[in-house]
């Protein structure tokens, strides 16, 4: 079993271009996410999967700087996008991050990343079919034969293709998946820890300044930090997400 990370990430977004290269104390959001995923202890590697779009060139210099994978796919077929930087690490199970969530919980993906691994049987173990943990900590865990799967079910005009794993999740009589629901220390999805406007920018650029020096920060210390400073929870509180749509 090889256990592999692929990071989703793009320069091109409608509503904060370029959000995964906004630096923080010098340092791109980006840096942030690779700095977390190091922490994993389940993990046998990482590979970031962003197009070939030239905007992107940006995106795979950094990938070679930090001494990481960077695979080049499909602008829009995130669904093999994924699959192919999956393969291209020889990898029999994958691990799904999102760009737009930096400061996701190492300790959370070793969660997720226990359970499918101690429970055989399962395609995929997801930590968002419900919402429960803050957006910005979404982890998602399955062999790539469904997913390769997956991608042989779904014509290439299909626009479910966007959404990577979006067929599996909504196929359960095809694929047996579960849900992990956050711990009540964890049970906060009114806060908002992913990077989608520059609100939410604002927000994470605080969580980040106030943990400078660190990485290994745990979501149970976010909670405290932003319960102690409402009025930084307040900044992106009443932003609209796209994501609620697939979610729930």
Request: some cysteine; charged content about 30%.
């Given at each position: 079993m090889k256990i592999i990370a692929s990071v989703q990430v793009r320069m091109g977004s409608s509503r904060l271009p370029g959000k995964v290269m906004r630096s923080v104390l010098s340092r791109p959001l980006l840096?942030?996410?690779?700095?977390?995923?190091?922490?994993?202890?389940?993990?046998?590697?990482?590979?970031?999967?962003?197009?070939?779009?030239?905007?992107?060139?940006?995106?795979?210099?950094f990938c070679r700087k930090e001494r990481v994978?960077?695979?080049?796919?499909?602008?829009?077929?995130?669904?093999?996008?994924?699959?192919?930087?999956?393969?291209?690490?020889a990898a029999t199970v994958g691990v799904e991050v999102f760009g737009d969530g930096p400061l996701i919980d190492p300790e959370i993906?070793?969660?997720?990343v226990d359970y499918y691994v101690k429970n055989e049987g399962y395609d995929y173990v997801g930590n968002d079919l419900k919402t429960t943990y803050p957006p910005g900590m979404?982890?998602?865990v399955f062999?790539?034969?469904?997913?390769?799967?997956?991608?042989?079910?779904?014509?290439?005009?299909?626009?479910?293709?966007?959404?990577?794993?979006?067929?599996i999740r909504q196929n359960p009589d095809i694929y047996k998946i579960t849900n992990l629901e956050a711990p009540v220390r964890h049970h906060?999805?009114?806060?908002?820890?992913?990077?989608?406007?520059?609100?939410?920018?604002?927000?994470?650029?605080?969580?980040?300044?106030?943990?400078?020096?660190?990485?290994?920060?745990?979501?149970?210390?976010?909670?405290?930090?932003?319960?102690?400073?409402?009025?930084?929870?307040?900044?992106?509180?009443?932003e609209p997400r796209r994501w609620k749509q697939y979610r729930d």
């Amino acid at each position: 079993m090889k256990i592999i990370a692929s990071v989703q990430v793009r320069m091109g977004s409608s509503r904060l271009p370029g959000k995964v290269m906004r630096s923080v104390l010098s340092r791109p959001l980006l840096g942030y996410l690779l700095d977390r995923l190091r922490l994993s202890k389940t993990l046998d590697g990482i590979v970031v999967a962003t197009s070939t779009a030239v905007e992107n060139d940006v995106i795979e210099e950094f990938c070679r700087k930090e001494r990481v994978a960077c695979f080049r796919g499909s602008e829009t077929d995130v669904l093999d996008r994924t699959l192919q930087s999956l393969k291209s690490m020889a990898a029999t199970v994958g691990v799904e991050v999102f760009g737009d969530g930096p400061l996701i919980d190492p300790e959370i993906i070793d969660q997720v990343v226990d359970y499918y691994v101690k429970n055989e049987g399962y395609d995929y173990v997801g930590n968002d079919l419900k919402t429960t943990y803050p957006p910005g900590m979404e982890v998602e865990v399955f062999s790539t034969k469904a997913l390769s799967d997956s991608s042989d079910r779904l014509p290439r005009s299909d626009p479910k293709r966007e959404h990577g794993t979006l067929f599996i999740r909504q196929n359960p009589d095809i694929y047996k998946i579960t849900n992990l629901e956050a711990p009540v220390r964890h049970h906060r999805p009114d806060l908002e820890l992913e990077v989608d406007t520059s609100e939410d920018f604002q927000v994470i650029a605080r969580v980040i300044e106030h943990f400078s020096g660190r990485a290994d920060f745990a979501l149970e210390e976010i909670i405290e930090f932003m319960d102690s400073n409402p009025e930084i929870a307040n900044i992106n509180r009443q932003e609209p997400r796209r994501w609620k749509q697939y979610r729930d």
